[in-house]
T-cell receptor, first 116, second 111 residues
Framework: DGGITQSPKYLFRKEGQNVTLSCEQN?????MYWYRQDPGQGLRLIYY???????QKGDIAEGYSVSREKKESFPLTVTSAQKNPTAFYLC???????????????FGQGTRLTVV | QKEVEQNSGPLSVPEGAIASLNCTYS??????FFWYRQYSGKSPELIMF????GDKEDGRFTAQLNKASQYVSLLIRDSQPSDSATYLC???????????FGSGTRLQVQP
């Protein structure tokens, strides 16, 4: 089945640690995105990538890093510089071209990160 | 910064009624708009897409777009308790080619 797989589902981080969230898709989509969602809030864009080996900062990139070495994979690292990382992290992908429905973003199941 | 605004709610309607959810956006260049439904603790799922001015119907859902007023709405007819969720409005940022989301409206359908 085609889709987006995020792992782990739950992640606990100690103060000062870096952690990496995995995102893999087999939809053959060019574009991939990372969003952060805080309780009662909408989704805020962290990083996005329209093509392999290229990515751009979103609205809240500070304290995060990404890589896009393969079309299928877009891991997100939450660094110790991110002062308030507890949130629900969502990875998404889309076809990327055009302006129609094919720009729909498909989401993974999310990773809930908690600082302990 | 380009913004999408929604009333956070909760919007409470009785079962069988019409639920009306509204959204405004700041980017006049936006052309594509999406409504996602998100159940508590789950990821968003697309329920409607609209690109042209006017109405678009899909089953019990109708999306309405007014580009002159920069306004998007979602109507849910014959609301069911299973429709209780948060509804996220999103616009496509044509510069970044990424979706900009509103904060969502929580809908409660009372049996």
């Amino acid at each position: 089945d085609g889709g987006i797989t995020q792992s782990p589902k739950y992640l606990f981080r100690k103060e000062g640690q870096n952690v990496t969230l995995s995102c893999e898709q087999n939809l053959n989509h060019d574009a991939m995105y990372w969003y952060r969602q805080d309780p009662g809030q909408g989704l805020r864009l962290i990083y996005y990538s329209q093509i392999v080996n290229d990515f751009q900062k979103g609205d809240i990139a500070e304290g995060y890093s990404v890589s896009r070495e393969k079309k299928e994979s877009f891991p997100l690292t939450v660094t110790s510089a991110q002062k308030n990382p507890t949130a629900f992290y969502l990875c998404a992908s889309s076809i990327s071209t055009g302006t129609g429905k094919n720009t729909e973003a498909f989401f993974g199941q999310g990773t809930r990160l908690t600082v302990v | 910064q380009k913004e999408v605004e929604q009333n956070s709610g909760p919007l409470s309607v009785p079962e069988g009624a019409i639920a009306s959810l509204n959204c405004t956006y700041s980017d006049r260049g936006s052309q594509s708009f999406f409504w996602y439904r998100q159940y508590s603790g789950k990821s968003p799922e697309l329920i409607m897409f609209i690109y042209s001015n006017g109405d678009k119907e899909d089953g019990r859902f109708t999306a309405q777009l007014n580009k002159a007023s920069q306004y998007v709405s979602l109507l849910i007819r014959d609301s069911q308790p299973s429709d209780s969720a948060t509804y996220l409005c999103a616009s496509l940022d044509t510069g970044r080619r990424a979706l900009t989301f509103g904060s969502g409206t929580r809908l409660q359908v009372q049996p």
